[in-house]
């Protein structure tokens, strides 16, 4: 099992360009997360999946918009990138959406916005 | 809303150290509390896990207790090697889809 995959894995934008940041997962988990994580900072929930065919907004979703493909993928867009959204993406999932259960991480993308 | 507060860090220690990092939580109701652990270049991953108080969560000789009296969950190690050099978060899930809160994290540094 490869687990979690992210694509790319670093990537340098110019102000105002948009990207897709791509994550898929293989365990077939239910629900699935994107995180951002600055420097000295924990990680800050941007949008969630519950189930495939959901998403909702979680703690700083203003710039980013996603998309649940199936139940392996869940992608982050940026539709105008701005040098705030410099930061390191991490995408996440597990079983189910309950208390108890263990997110799994994957690798990471670093962005650039210049 | 849900808060985690982590000790400061970075933390440096010698090889064979006593390791405690220090976490408090604020949460309605039952929190499940977790330790995750950051590699350079990597994503995180579960280092242990405790779903309710009294719980004692242990891997690779890390251990740490849900104390619901005093919401604390402190990670600890009796003798940490060069390898446990990473940064710890520690985190809590609770409420709504089961979404993490996360706290700031801290860096260790083994030097042998």
């Known amino acids: 099992n490869a687990g979690v995959t992210q694509t790319p894995k670093f990537q340098v934008l110019k102000t105002g360009q948009s990207m897709t940041l791509q994550c898929a997962q293989d365990?077939?988990?239910?629900?699935m997360y994107w995180y951002r994580q600055d420097p000295g900072m924990g990680l800050r929930l941007i949008y969630y999946?519950?189930?495939?065919?959901?998403?909702d907004k979680g703690e700083v979703p203003n710039g980013y918009n996603v998309s649940r493909l199936n139940k392996r993928e869940f992608s982050l867009r940026l539709e105008s990138a701005a040098p705030s959204q410099t930061s390191v993406y991490f995408c996440?999932?597990?079983?189910?959406?309950?208390?108890?259960?263990?997110?799994?991480f994957g690798p990471g993308t670093r962005l650039t916005v210049l | 809303g849900n808060s985690v507060t982590q000790m400061e860090g970075p933390v440096t220690l010698s090889e064979e150290a006593f390791l405690t990092i220090n976490c408090t939580y604020t949460a309605t109701g039952y929190p499940s509390l977790f330790w995750y652990v950051q590699y350079p270049g990597e994503g995180l991953q579960l280092l242990l896990k405790a779903t309710k108080a009294d719980d004692k969560g242990s891997n690779k000789g890390f251990e740490a207790t849900y104390r619901k009296e005093t919401t604390s969950f402190h990670l600890e190690k009796g003798s940490v090697q060069v390898s446990d050099s990473a940064v710890y978060f520690c985190a809590l899930r609770r409420g709504n889809a089961g979404k993490s809160t996360f706290g700031d994290g801290t860096t260790l540094t083994v030097k042998p």
């Open positions: 996440a999932s597990s079983e189910a959406g309950g208390n108890t259960d263990t997110q799994y």
């Open positions: 999946s519950a189930s495939e065919g959901t998403t």
């Open positions: 365990m077939n988990h239910n629900s």
